[in-house]
């Protein structure tokens, strides 16, 4: 069977055949992943991309973040003025349902190559399974990092779920912007 995935020159390959079912499940996402979404990833990307400096005016429970961020991962060799992290991280960028080679991941971050999956029951079969595993091998050879979430975590552990996936964003960013 013949590959019908394009790549673009650094781009991740995908399939523009999942084109319409792509816009399809952005406009039905999951009530998990709706919840994920709305509740955490947007407000973290917004966070990030609107407060590029570290004023102390309404910062609340992400001012420790932010003053982390400046103190640890700016260095003096990099491209913006002191206390300005702004560069780093309006780039963030989280994609939802993001085609990625024949695949549609939930949750995409290029600047970190960190896809963010939700599973649900079903993917406790043994047919899925195995296709989650062949799916993970397969994004991992394109270099991606994947975080699975399930349903119940979701319900269950919200704030754990978002703390997890802070601390992993967070890491993350350190690793790229060290020298």
Same mark, same amino acid.
């Given at each position: 069977?013949?590959?019908?995935?394009? =790549?673009?020159?650094?781009?991740?390959?995908? $399939?523009?055949?999942?084109? &319409?079912?792509?816009?399809? +499940?952005?406009?039905?996402?999951?009530?998990?992943?709706?919840?994920?979404?709305?509740?955490?990833?947007?407000?973290?990307? $917004?966070?990030? /991309?609107?407060?590029?400096?570290?004023?102390? /005016?309404?910062?609340? &429970?992400? %001012? %420790? @973040?932010?003053?982390?961020?400046?103190?640890?991962?700016?260095?003096?060799?990099?491209?913006?003025?002191?206390?300005?992290?702004?560069?780093?991280? /309006?780039? +963030?960028? *989280?994609?939802?349902?993001?085609?990625?080679?024949?695949?549609? @991941?939930?949750?995409?971050?290029?600047?970190? #190559?960190?896809?963010?999956?939700? &599973?649900?029951?079903?993917?406790?079969?043994?047919?899925?399974?195995?296709?989650?595993?062949?799916?993970?091998?397969?994004?991992?050879?394109?270099? +991606?990092?994947?975080?699975?979430?399930? $349903? =119940?975590? *979701?319900?269950?552990?919200?704030?754990?779920?978002?703390?997890?996936?802070?601390? #992993?964003?967070? $890491?993350?960013? #350190?690793?790229?912007?060290?020298?």
């Amino acid at each position: 069977m013949k590959n019908s995935t394009i =790549q673009l020159n650094n781009r991740l390959p995908y $399939n523009p055949k999942l084109r &319409d079912r792509t816009k399809e +499940l952005r406009k039905n996402m999951t009530v998990h992943e709706r919840k994920l979404w709305y509740w955490f990833l947007r407000w973290f990307q $917004n966070f990030f /991309s609107s407060n590029c400096s570290t004023s102390t /005016s309404n910062e609340g &429970d992400w %001012g %420790g @973040v932010v003053k982390e961020l400046n103190e640890k991962i700016l260095i003096k060799n990099q491209f913006c003025s002191e206390g300005d992290f702004g560069w780093v991280l /309006s780039n +963030l960028r *989280i994609y939802k349902q993001r085609p990625i080679d024949n695949f549609i @991941v939930d949750f995409y971050i290029p600047k970190l #190559k960190l896809v963010i999956e939700i &599973d649900w029951e079903s993917h406790f079969t043994e047919n899925w399974l195995v296709y989650d595993q062949e799916r993970t091998a397969i994004l991992e050879w394109l270099w +991606l990092k994947i975080i699975r979430i399930t $349903n =119940q975590e *979701i319900d269950k552990n919200f704030e754990n779920v978002c703390e997890k996936l802070k601390t #992993k964003i967070i $890491n993350e960013f #350190k690793v790229i912007t060290k020298n």
